[in-house]
């Protein structure tokens, strides 16, 4: 079993930044595809950049690219999205999600998933 948690979330006005975190827990596999998806009211849940144990980014959205910068720590099995000039639309709630393989095969390759943590973006 892997927890995973995300944190950083927040208010913010459009124009700022924010950091979000994802700490995962448990039994946790280093070489795993980890992504960050993200669902605002009304809508469904969209994948929004993933990245795989050796740092081999992908982003899902052309929205974000340019915007939004992907990592992770292996040895502190955390990853971050770094999400620059902000803009309303990304109002959602962020969720991250690992998978079993170190690769992405899509949502439902998807295996564990974090509670999420909601970003709201004032204009």
């Known amino acids: 079993q892997v927890e995973l948690e995300e944190s950083g979330g927040g208010l913010v006005q459009a124009g700022g930044s924010l950091r979000l975190s994802c700490a995962a827990s448990g039994r946790t596999l280093s070489t795993s595809y980890m992504g960050w998806f993200r669902q605002a009211p009304g809508k469904e849940r969209e994948f929004v950049a993933g990245i795989s144990w050796t740092g081999g980014s992908t982003y899902g959205l052309d929205s974000v690219k340019g915007r939004f910068t992907i990592s992770r720590d292996n040895a502190k099995n955390t990853m971050y999205l770094q999400m620059n000039s902000l803009k309303p639309e990304d109002t959602a709630v962020y969720y991250c999600?690992?998978?079993?393989?170190?690769?992405?095969?899509?949502?439902?390759?998807?295996?564990?998933w974090g509670k999420g943590t909601l970003v709201t973006v004032s204009s």
């Open positions: 999600a690992t998978a079993l393989s170190s690769y992405y095969a899509g949502e439902g390759g998807m295996h564990y």
